[in-house]
Antibody
Framework: QITLRESGPALVKPTQTLTLTCTFS??????????VGWVRQPPGKALQWLAL???????RYRPSLKSRLTITKDTSKNQVVLTMTNMDPEDTATYYC??????????????WGQGTMVTVSS | DIQVTQSPSSLSASLGDRVTITCRSN??????LNWYQQKPGQAPKLLIY???SLQSGVPSRFSGSGSGTDFTLTINNLQPEDFATYYC??????????FGQGTKVEVK
């Protein structure tokens, strides 16, 4: 059974760096074809795709945020870490990590964490 | 980036109704289109992947169709637990794999 859980600060100040950790179980990020992504959702708004990391350490980012985002993995700890620099109140959102569906070319996210709410405020 | 546009942004329906939500891409995406359901306070749930494949455990009243640039999510015999917001997502080629703006299905 695949599970993912996000963790990180609930409150950050403007200009600070946000670090979120996704801890997962039920799969390995060293297995060919596996990928984990991050999606966020500002309050009352739509989902926004942020970043993705593949088993081979290939990384992809939302173009408008590419300069501020870094995604890394620690295979031994079964974790994926997302950092976002220079946080702004507009980055206030629930942040989700999700598992890309394996064995299908669809690139859908089939399993999601419960999400972690991050508020950016001084 | 490839953009996807959903319509309508919201709709009102009654129990037992058939509901149709559309998603249009500004670029041909073959069948790289997924549908999610999200209820308040919950994470999104995958319903349909690859345009028309039903995710395991999802009721058969949900179906998806389309290819290229135009896609549809259909809910037959709307049930109380189906009142939620639905998102399409294109996942063609290299990321970013963008989401639509969502369609809220409300009680009439």
């Amino acid at each position: 059974q695949i599970t993912l859980r996000e963790s990180g600060p609930a409150l950050v100040k403007p200009t600070q760096t946000l670090t979120l950790t996704c801890t997962f179980s039920g799969f390995s990020l060293s297995t060919s074809g596996v990928a984990v992504g991050w999606v966020r959702q500002p309050p009352g708004k739509a989902l926004q795709w942020l970043a993705l990391i593949y088993w081979d350490d290939d990384k992809r980012y939302r173009p408008s945020l590419k300069s501020r985002l870094t995604i890394t993995k620690d295979t031994s700890k079964n974790q994926v870490v997302l950092t976002m620099t220079n946080m702004d109140p507009e980055d206030t959102a629930t942040y989700y990590c999700a598992h890309r569906k394996y064995g299908s070319a669809s690139n859908a996210f089939d399993i999601w964490g419960q999400g972690t709410m991050v508020t950016v405020s001084s | 980036d490839i953009q996807v546009t959903q319509s309508p942004s919201s709709l009102s329906a009654s129990l037992g109704d058939r509901v149709t939500i559309t998603c249009r891409s500004n670029h041909g995406i073959i069948n790289y289109l997924n549908w999610y359901q999200q209820k308040p306070g919950q994470a999104p749930k995958l319903l349909i992947y690859a345009a028309s494949s039903l995710q395991s455990g999802v009721p058969s009243r949900f179906s998806g169709s389309g290819s290229g640039t135009d896609f549809t999510l259909t809910i037959n015999n709307l049930q109380p637990e189906d009142f939620a917001t639905y998102y399409c997502q294109q996942s063609y080629g290299a990321p970013p794999w963008t989401f639509g703006q969502g369609t809220k299905v409300e009680v009439k």
